[in-house]
Nanobody, 115 residues
């Protein structure tokens, strides 16, 4: 069982930065894939970034070059560094971990970017 808790969201002006954290109660690194998603009102959930157990990363087109996903095995935490934020980045950000048929989701953290 893995419990995920996101933190680090808040209100920031356009052009600013935030770092989100996804802290796991169990070993998050036993999971094959960890994703960050975002959900804005009236929009479909969007895959923002992925990191695999091998350390490979991938990003959605809308955040490439601005966001960076990383992990800290000592802290059992995955991070999402978000730079050059835009109002359209406003959403609830959620992390999720996957291994085979298993999947675990956090509750999300709100990010609001003002213009």
């Amino acid at each position: 069982q893995v419990r995920l808790v996101e933190s680090g969201g808040g209100l920031v002006q356009a052009g600013g930065s935030l770092r989100l954290s996804c802290a796991a109660s169990g070993s998050i690194f036993s999971m094959n894939v960890i994703n960050w998603y975002r959900q804005a009102p009236g929009k479909q959930r969007e895959l923002v970034a992925t990191i695999t157990d091998g350390g490979r990363t991938n990003y959605g087109d809308s955040v490439k070059g601005r966001f960076s996903i990383s992990r800290d095995s000592a802290k059992n935490t995955v991070y999402l560094q978000m730079n050059s934020l835009k109002p359209e980045d406003t959403a609830v950000y959620l992390c999720a971990a996957f291994r085979g048929a298993l999947n675990y989701w956090g509750q999300g953290t709100q990010v609001t970017v003002s213009s």
